[in-house]
């Protein structure tokens, strides 16, 4: 052992930078490798909070071949009880609602947290950690359950339990019991949760209005419970005599576990759950790999690269009797020794990056505690990596003859120049699907954020009224006081918003029920967004007096339901129809939908106002008027939501713009890691073929022309690895590309940008490391024995 630490200390002396550069490169590596296996545990650990999470089930409702995430509470009630199999269900309703609220006898300081309405069952469906408050306590009228850390917020390290908040609805809430907050890759939201009444809509079967969950006693058995369900519930009871379930066409029950539910991507309305996609996991997978593997690439060709200066050291130590066997085990023990050192370097630069900006482009929990078997995994990878890129140096440096190197005549092998040219042919390969992939979905999100939406979004700011919609007149008025505002209008739901959250309404029309989206709105609403009438007529004041109201439809919904203008749909007329119009985000396809106007869809508060600020006007200007207003209308309320439309649609957007700026980044990582082993095999041929370069010199080769000889190698290998990758990118991006209804085209430009971005780098490296070597004095060179 002591021949072997001997030698290790002998190397970090004499090839300080050397060994700086390698261990530099594998910690960074390795905290890359860090950082995205715990966003890929984090997704794949979705709903794995709650216990037996494997027999708790999400029921959807498929219709006309569209699935709708929202049952009525008849039909679900019904489904609970269709089969022993369920041992309990539990329903929430769709709407996550913005609750203001104030400490009772503390009306200075006004809270805004989301809430919830759920029936009891909710807390035995999931698994709830209380931190206060009894294990069986049941959630009641007056009552609230709230998490950990808003109990902090309000009441300190005291107890929340009996004490009481005052809601601007709900009036008195008493805590009766204290949650331990859930991690953001579940189902279940950290909110304050009401009880839901136990006959809100209890014999409506037409308000599709609520999530339903059920506990199964075994996950086999839920494939079953739908057959089961068709045979005792009478739809037609419920809907009518055109009612029944078919297959076919698509009027089923569908089972979701909740550990599935990130990947559904065929919800028509309602999921409001964090959304992950399974190539975008695989891919994160496949880039974690790489970026490993290439940094031991990268690791092994410096290795290499100092085969000519070390060589012959190495065997001057065999030629005094040193054993083979025992030099081998020194250079593998080093380079072992490298790269654990490197995995202990790359904690810190995971802890480092958690400060940074940069932590908020990955939604997992970076703490090493919470990842333990991340961190044990990576430390296998780093001695594996050790190994490995130990091997090939430890058995190319002992490999030639002793008496040959002492004389200084060994030279490369075609199996070594094959096998490290193999090597960079990996890295190129890996760098070119990146930087396609990362270029790709540059452009996705760029698409997503700049196509045309069927309706103007130019200057258009969008403010949350829930807490002054009471003074909604009033606040018109005063916001049409600055010049630069051209119209105020209002709607019950925010465009585009985050979680592509809004109403479903039911219909029975013709051959059956038709379920279609609904947003009601204020008269001036269309007009003021620029949507486009295709036929009938727009909204009017008075439509707003109607004792039901009046639709306007999309086009989506008039070819898919056959619609007509006059048609009656549970009391409101269809007046007209529209151009379709993305109302949600691109990753779903439009679905049918319609706006709503008049007292049947009135009796939805509105809660978001829509302000337009006139082509040409300030619109920071215009922006700080309504602040200053809302100021004046709310001077009790700590926070009002402003903001442009475009930052909607940033925050509609931001998980993929969080992944193509993630995955840029490790691009640049795999890049510069490639580049840096490009470095250090240029660094090795040149120094052995010195002699030749020398030759080459005195028999008239000028020094454009040994560069030029060097690059038309390194292009070969280029062009050969763009024609593997290629392919490999293309399909990657495609995969990821299903993810959205709606796309960019796969543009040829793209790879060929890529190629020239990954051959102008390589040009410059290979030119800058062989200037000095083609300049050199060719008698220098000749002269070695």
């Given at each position: 052992?002591?021949?072997?630490?001997?030698?290790?200390?002998?190397?970090?002396?004499?090839?300080?930078?050397?060994?700086?550069?390698?261990?530099?490169?594998?910690?960074?590596?390795?905290?890359?490798?860090?950082?995205?296996?715990?966003?890929?545990?984090?997704?794949?650990?979705?709903?794995?909070?709650?216990?037996?999470?494997?027999?708790?089930?999400?029921?959807?409702?498929?219709?006309?071949?569209?699935?709708?995430?929202?049952?009525?509470?008849?039909?679900?009630?019904?489904?609970?009880?269709?089969?022993?199999?369920?041992?309990?269900?539990?329903?929430?309703?769709?709407?996550?609602?913005?609750?203001?609220?104030?400490?009772?006898?503390?009306?200075?300081?006004?809270?805004?947290?989301?809430?919830?309405?759920?029936?009891?069952?909710?807390?035995?469906?999931?698994?709830?950690?209380?931190?206060?408050?009894?294990?069986?306590?049941?959630?009641?009228?007056?009552?609230?359950?709230?998490?950990?850390?808003?109990?902090?917020?309000?009441f300190g390290n005291e107890p929340a339990v009996g004490k009481h908040i005052v809601h601007s609805s709900r009036g008195n809430q008493a805590i009766t019991a204290v949650y331990r907050d859930f991690p953001e890759n579940t189902i279940v939201k950290n909110c304050i949760y009401f009880a839901m009444h136990e006959f809100d809509d209890k014999q409506n079967c037409n308000q599709y209005n609520y999530f339903t969950y059920i506990r199964?006693?075994?996950?086999?058995?839920?494939?079953?419970?739908?057959?089961?369900?068709?045979?005792?519930?009478?739809?037609?009871?419920?809907?009518?005599?055109?009612?029944?379930?078919?297959?076919?066409?698509?009027?089923?029950?569908?089972?979701?576990?909740?550990?599935?539910?990130?990947?559904?991507?065929?919800?028509?309305?309602?999921?409001?759950?964090?959304?992950?996609?399974?190539?975008?996991?695989?891919?994160?997978?496949?880039?974690?790999?790489?970026?490993?593997?290439?940094?031991?690439?990268?690791?092994?060709?410096?290795?290499?690269?100092?085969?000519?200066?070390?060589?012959?050291?190495?065997?001057?130590?065999?030629?005094?009797?040193?054993?083979?066997?025992?030099?081998?085990?020194?250079?593998?023990?080093?380079?072992?020794?490298?790269?654990?050192?490197?995995?202990?370097?790359?904690?810190?630069?995971?802890?480092?990056?958690?400060?940074?900006?940069?932590?908020?482009?990955?939604?997992?929990?970076?703490?090493?505690?919470?990842?333990?078997?991340?961190?044990?995994?990576?430390?296998?990878?780093?001695?594996?990596?050790?190994?490995?890129?130990?091997?090939?140096?430890?058995?190319?440096?002992?490999?030639?003859?002793?008496?040959?190197?002492?004389?200084?005549?060994?030279?490369?092998?075609?199996?070594?120049?094959?096998?490290?040219?193999?090597?960079?042919?990996?890295?190129?390969?890996?760098?070119?699907?990146?930087?396609?992939?990362?270029?790709?979905?540059?452009?996705?999100?760029?698409?997503?954020?700049?196509?045309?939406?069927?309706?103007?979004?130019?200057?258009?700011?969008?403010?949350?009224?829930?807490?002054?919609?009471?003074?909604?007149?009033?606040?018109?008025?005063?916001?049409?006081?600055?010049?630069?505002?051209?119209?105020?209008?209002?709607?019950?739901?925010?465009?585009?918003?985050?979680?592509?959250?809004?109403?479903?309404?039911?219909?029975?029309?013709?051959?059956?029920?038709?379920?279609?989206?609904?947003?009601?709105?204020?008269?001036?609403?269309?007009?003021?967004?620029?949507?486009?009438?295709?036929?009938?007529?727009?909204?009017?004041?008075?439509?707003?007096?109607?004792?039901?109201?009046?639709?306007?439809?999309?086009?989506?919904?008039?070819?898919?339901?056959?619609?007509?203008?006059?048609?009656?749909?549970?009391?409101?007329?269809?007046?007209?129809?529209?151009?379709?119009?993305?109302?949600?985000?691109?990753?779903?396809?439009?679905?049918?939908?319609?706006?709503?106007?008049?007292?049947?869809?009135?009796?939805?508060?509105?809660?978001?106002?829509?302000?337009?600020?006139?082509?040409?006007?300030?619109?920071?200007?215009?922006?700080?008027?309504?602040?200053?207003?809302?100021?004046?209308?709310?001077?009790?309320?700590?926070?009002?939501?402003?903001?442009?439309?475009?930052?909607?649609?940033?925050?509609?957007?931001?998980?993929?713009?969080?992944?193509?700026?993630?995955?840029?980044?490790?691009?640049?990582?795999?890049?510069?890691?490639?580049?840096?082993?490009?470095?250090?095999?240029?660094?090795?041929?040149?120094?052995?073929?010195?002699?030749?370069?020398?030759?080459?010199?005195?028999?008239?080769?000028?020094?454009?022309?040994?560069?030029?000889?060097?690059?038309?190698?390194?292009?070969?290998?280029?062009?050969?690895?763009?024609?593997?990758?290629?392919?490999?990118?293309?399909?990657?991006?495609?995969?990821?590309?299903?993810?959205?209804?709606?796309?960019?085209?796969?543009?040829?430009?793209?790879?060929?940008?890529?190629?020239?971005?990954?051959?102008?780098?390589?040009?410059?490296?290979?030119?800058?490391?062989?200037?000095?070597?083609?300049?050199?004095?060719?008698?220098?060179?000749?002269?070695?024995?």
């Amino acid at each position: 052992m002591k021949p072997i630490i001997r030698n290790l200390v002998s190397v970090i002396r004499r090839f300080k930078l050397a060994a700086a550069l390698n261990i530099l490169g594998l910690s960074v590596a390795f905290a890359a490798f860090i950082v995205i296996m715990m966003q890929v545990d984090y997704d794949l650990s979705f709903g794995k909070c709650h216990k037996d999470y494997d027999r708790i089930f999400r029921v959807e409702y498929t219709q006309n071949l569209n699935t709708w995430l929202l049952l009525t509470r008849p039909l679900a009630e019904r489904f609970f009880e269709s089969s022993p199999h369920v041992e309990i269900g539990a329903l929430a309703h769709f709407h996550v609602f913005e609750s203001l609220f104030h400490v009772e006898n503390n009306i200075d300081i006004f809270y805004t947290e989301n809430s919830m309405t759920v029936t009891p069952e909710f807390f035995d469906v999931f698994t709830f950690d209380f931190v206060e408050g009894a294990r069986d306590v049941r959630i009641a009228p007056q009552s609230v359950f709230i998490p950990l850390s808003l109990a902090r917020k309000l009441f300190g390290n005291e107890p929340a339990v009996g004490k009481h908040i005052v809601h601007s609805s709900r009036g008195n809430q008493a805590i009766t019991a204290v949650y331990r907050d859930f991690p953001e890759n579940t189902i279940v939201k950290n909110c304050i949760y009401f009880a839901m009444h136990e006959f809100d809509d209890k014999q409506n079967c037409n308000q599709y209005n609520y999530f339903t969950y059920i506990r199964v006693n075994d996950a086999s058995n839920a494939p079953y419970l739908f057959e089961n369900f068709k045979r005792t519930f009478d739809g037609k009871a419920a809907w009518g005599d055109n009612f029944e379930w078919d297959d076919e066409s698509g009027t089923t029950l569908r089972l979701t576990a909740i550990a599935d539910i990130p990947y559904v991507t065929d919800i028509t309305f309602g999921d409001t759950s964090p959304k992950a996609s399974k190539s975008t996991i695989l891919i994160l997978f496949i880039i974690a790999i790489l970026i490993v593997a290439i940094a031991g690439i990268n690791f092994t060709n410096f290795s290499t690269a100092l085969t000519p200066m070390r060589i012959k050291n190495i065997n001057t130590q065999r030629v005094m009797g040193a054993q083979q066997n025992t030099i081998r085990l020194s250079i593998i023990f080093e380079a072992i020794f490298f790269s654990l050192t490197s995995f202990l370097m790359a904690f810190l630069l995971v802890l480092f990056f958690k400060t940074t900006p940069l932590s908020g482009l990955v939604s997992a929990d970076l703490s090493l505690s919470a990842n333990t078997a991340v961190i044990g995994g990576t430390a296998l990878v780093a001695i594996l990596a050790g190994l490995l890129a130990g091997l090939y140096p430890a058995f190319f440096m002992t490999s030639f003859a002793p008496a040959l190197v002492l004389k200084g005549s060994f030279g490369l092998s075609p199996k070594g120049i094959r096998m490290r040219n193999t090597l960079t042919g990996i890295q190129y390969v890996a760098s070119f699907s990146l930087i396609i992939g990362a270029m790709f979905m540059y452009l996705q999100n760029s698409f997503m954020q700049n196509s045309d939406l069927g309706y103007d979004r130019d200057g258009l700011i969008t403010v949350d009224i829930q807490r002054i919609r009471e003074h909604r007149e009033a606040f018109t008025n005063k916001l049409m006081e600055h010049p630069g505002i051209d119209a105020v209008t209002y709607g019950r739901f925010l465009l585009a918003n985050a979680d592509d959250s809004y109403m479903g309404w039911t219909f029975n029309h013709e051959d059956g029920n038709i379920l279609y989206n609904v947003l009601p709105v204020t008269h001036t609403f269309l007009q003021t967004l620029s949507v486009a009438i295709s036929e009938g007529r727009d909204f009017r004041r008075e439509d707003e007096g109607l004792q039901y109201g009046a639709l306007i439809f999309n086009e989506t919904a008039r070819k898919k339901f056959n619609l007509e203008l006059g048609a009656t749909m549970g009391g409101l007329e269809v007046i007209g129809f529209m151009s379709d119009l993305n109302f949600a985000s691109f990753r779903t396809e439009v679905a049918p939908m319609a706006f709503a106007v008049g007292q049947g869809s009135m009796g939805h508060p509105m809660s978001c106002a829509y302000i337009k600020v006139m082509p040409g006007a300030n619109k920071r200007a215009a922006m700080s008027h309504v602040q200053s207003t809302l100021a004046e209308f709310g001077a009790n309320y700590s926070f009002f939501e402003v903001r442009f439309f475009d930052e909607v649609l940033q925050r509609l957007y931001e998980k993929e713009t969080a992944l193509g700026t993630l995955i840029s980044l490790f691009s640049m990582l795999v890049i510069f890691i490639s580049i840096v082993g490009v470095f250090g095999l240029v660094l090795f041929e040149s120094e052995c073929r010195r002699k030749e370069i020398g030759v080459r010199k005195v028999f008239g080769a000028s020094t454009i022309g040994i560069i030029t000889m060097f690059n038309k190698t390194y292009f070969s290998i280029l062009v050969i690895c763009f024609v593997i990758a290629a392919p490999l990118a293309w399909y990657a991006v495609n995969r990821w590309l299903e993810n959205f209804a709606y796309k960019t085209p796969m543009y040829w430009w793209v790879f060929l940008l890529a190629f020239a971005v990954v051959a102008l780098i390589t040009v410059c490296t290979v030119t800058f490391q062989n200037w000095k070597v083609a300049n050199d004095d060719p008698v220098k060179s000749i002269k070695s024995e």
